[in-house]
């Protein structure tokens, strides 16, 4: 029902920042709460930033608190990542995920099981 493709990422120094993109495609875009994910290579998928856009709530990894920004243009059914101060272990692929709001689990907005649509993610490499 839902597709997403993330685009945005690269080569950065440290310091630098970063937005990427989550094009979302077929369902109801804006009842869809968005999150964020990585995983660096040999780690489990790591929770970095989610909004539910329908109570304005947002959530955030503590690791990325105060250098991230969610937001969304509903005319490009998009989702954004702002990042700024970007450091070497924010060197990840970035995943952007949906829930439908009729999601019924126990799973925070914090869990990737929560989620049931995956884009395929893009590189995001931090230089020291």
């Known amino acids: 029902q839902v597709q997403l493709v993330e685009s945005g990422g690269g080569l950065v120094q440290a310091g630098g920042s970063l937005r990427l993109s989550c094009a979302a495609s077929?369902?109801?875009?804006?009842?869809?709460?968005m999150g964020w994910f990585r995983q660096a290579p040999g780690t489990e998928r790591e929770f970095v930033v989610a909004?539910?856009?329908?109570?304005?709530?947002?959530y955030y990894a503590d690791s990325v608190k105060g250098r991230c920004t969610i937001s969304r243009d509903n005319a490009k059914n998009t989702v954004y990542l702002q990042m700024s101060s970007l450091k070497p272990e924010d060197t990840a692929v970035y995943y952007c995920a949906a829930v439908s709001p009729d999601y019924r689990g126990s799973y925070t907005y914090t869990d990737p099981r929560r989620y049931n649509y995956w884009g395929q993610g893009t590189q995001v490499t931090v230089s020291s």
């Open positions: 077929g369902g109801t875009f804006r009842s869809y709460a």
């Open positions: 909004k539910r856009w329908s109570g304005g709530s947002t």
